[in-house]
């Protein structure tokens, strides 16, 4: 599978660096997109560096470059996932304002009816982001928050993390163990009338 992932300028960003890890080892093509915004968020927030990032790519964009190959519907990619996806950059795809690379190639995605999943990590929501995730959605986005599951009882921000790109990888129909899936205790049914 070739898929392009964007990263934004939102807290989160290791999400983003993880999914480039399971896809890069998974042995599928990689397109890397790093908003401004995003390198600033690494140095905060991560230990990840951004030259580890364009080494686990397939190949790296600068987000001004809106001449790549990716840019084009003609060039034919799979999927695209922006994680995290920015208010900022959610906003931009759920109107049509493609004067990124990042938000041109969703708009590519949209329109070639080809699968993109925006992970927002964002919260509370206002209510032009509710909005603005809906215009997305019905466009034909996936929209994944950043929400881990609880049953798994995770320990660590690392399994939190992966909760979320394994969910991100279900939407790409892609085969993974990252997390362990909902099965309740048989004895819960034994109760049921």
């Known amino acids: 599978?070739?898929?392009?992932?964007?990263?934004?300028?939102?807290?989160?960003?290791d999400i983003g660096a993880r999914l480039l890890d399971v896809l890069s080892k998974g042995g599928h093509t990689t397109h890397l997109?790093?908003?401004?915004?995003a390198i600033d968020i690494l140095?905060?927030?991560?230990?990840?560096?951004?030259?580890?990032l364009k080494?686990?790519?397939s190949r790296c964009?600068?987000?001004?470059?809106?001449?790549a190959p990716i840019a084009s519907g003609s060039h034919r990619t799979d999927a695209m996932v922006v994680s995290p996806c920015s208010m900022k950059s959610l906003s931009s795809i759920a109107n049509g304002y493609a004067?990124?690379?990042?938000?041109?190639?969703?708009?590519?995605?949209?329109?070639?009816?080809?699968?993109?999943?925006l992970v927002p990590r964002?919260?509370?929501?206002?209510?032009?982001?509710?909005?603005?995730?809906?215009?997305?959605t019905r466009a034909g986005a996936y929209i994944l928050p950043a929400c881990p599951a609880y049953y798994t009882r995770p320990t660590t921000v690392e399994e939190c993390i992966d909760f979320i790109v394994g969910r991100v990888l279900d939407v790409l129909a892609i085969p993974h163990e990252l997390y362990r899936r909902w099965d309740p205790p048989s004895e819960l049914f034994d109760e049921l009338p």
Not at 1 to 13: D, K, L, Q
Not at 43 to 52: I, Y
Not at 99 to 104: A, F, G, M, V, Y
Request: charged share 20%; aromatic share 4%.
């Open 99 to 117: 004067d990124t690379l990042i938000s041109r190639v969703a708009d590519v995605c949209l329109k070639e009816r080809r699968t993109l999943v």
């Open 1 to 13: 599978m070739e898929v392009v992932v964007g990263i934004t300028g939102a807290s989160g960003v």
């Open 122 to 136: 964002e919260t509370p929501l206002s209510l032009v982001h509710l909005e603005n995730m809906v215009k997305a």
């Open 61 to 67: 964009w600068d987000n001004s470059q809106l001449y």
């Open 43 to 52: 140095s905060f927030e991560s230990n990840t560096q951004v030259a580890t």
């Open 33 to 37: 997109v790093l908003s401004d915004s």
């Open 55 to 57: 080494k686990m790519a």
